[in-house]
């Protein structure tokens, strides 16, 4: 850590070195090892861009093809997994489903020598989309889906397993594809933090993960989309958004998907998805009147308050039009991060210290030890 003293959430302090991505320190922008989060989104795939954030540099056709017959290979859900997968009950929360896999794969499939991690990372990111849907649809209808669809992408394996459908609009794989992009990576950002505490310790990379996994999870880090949308679900017009955001800013609560410690101005990722959300809600199964009220709502933040929408507010809209429900949201991010978690948990481990700070103590002085007999109120 800097010798800056620590303010509030550590915000503005230094917490080490990385070379994976910066979220616009020195004026460059977003990048993920060098390359702009634009062309990342709009030119790259999703697989494309884990094979950067785990391997460093951009992949050749061919260890591309290489990486999507891996991917296809580690999405086969192991048998006792499966069998765990359907004890657990129907009201079980996706991040909980998410954090379990992570949990039992590293029981079944234990890293046990150094130089696994890109392994387990693909393991993790081909195989987590599968397992969450294999439970859902076990547990709601008791169905053994068969999670191998052939050479699909992560996007279209998870949008082909959640509606059960051998086709998936071109539009809707697309938009989910960007959202796995624009959700890759991020920085010291709390969860990826969390795992590099963690494997710091020398602890085993699935450790890292559920770490990270539970960091995730929360509505100030990446349960934000799906908190968004909670909200965002019942206005059905403009005037219900606007009781909605007086009643907030009178009791004075955070309107989640707005605001970011490091971006305080726009999120550079936030007009992308915002492009593929609006885009969706001109096609047929689109719903423009979710879009008419977030624009409002952008709009309102912005112009009253100075406070911009990150990431999560409009993938809210984007998941919910390529349909999927909203307890799933942070488990898609999970899907995504995985990514960025193994490229820092690889690289913490290239260079490790251990991550121990020290608090600046605000307790009592020095006091006399009291024998239990002799204590009292006054002397405790
Ligand atoms: N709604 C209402 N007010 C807000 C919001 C918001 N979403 N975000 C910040 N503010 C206010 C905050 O109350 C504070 O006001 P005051 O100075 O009067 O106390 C001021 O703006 C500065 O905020 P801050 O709390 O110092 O900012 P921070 O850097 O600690 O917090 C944040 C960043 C992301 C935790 C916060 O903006 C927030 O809670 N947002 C809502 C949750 C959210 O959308 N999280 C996703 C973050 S981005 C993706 C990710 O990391 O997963």
Known sequence: ????????GLQGVVAGQSAISTVGVGGIGLNYR?????DLAYKCSFEEVTYLLLKGHLPNQQQLNELKTLIWQKRQIPCKLKQILETLPKES????IMRTVASIVGILEP??????EYEISIRLISLFGPALLYWHHYSNSGIKINENTGKDSI???FLKLYHLKSEIDPLVVKTFDVSLILYAEHDFAAS?????VTVSTLSDFYSGITTAIGTLRGPLHGGANEAAMQYLEPLRSIPQADQFLNS???SKQLIMGFGHRVYKKEDPRSPIIKDFSLQLSKTASGDPTLLAVSQHIEKRMIEEKKIYPNLDFYSASAYKQCGVPTPMFTAIFVISRMTGWGGHIIEQRSNNKLMRPVSDYTGPAKKQFVPIEMRNNANL
Not at 34 to 38: E, K, Q, R, V
């Open 34 to 38: 060098g390359y702009d989060i634009n």
């Open 1 to 8: 850590m800097s010798e800056k003293k620590a303010g509030g």
């Open 248 to 250: 907030r800013y009178q």
């Open 111 to 116: 890293e046990t020598k150094p130089g696994q």
């Open 93 to 96: 929360h996706p991040m909980d």
């Open 155 to 157: 996007a279209e394996n």
């Open 192 to 196: 990826t933090f969390a795992a590099r």
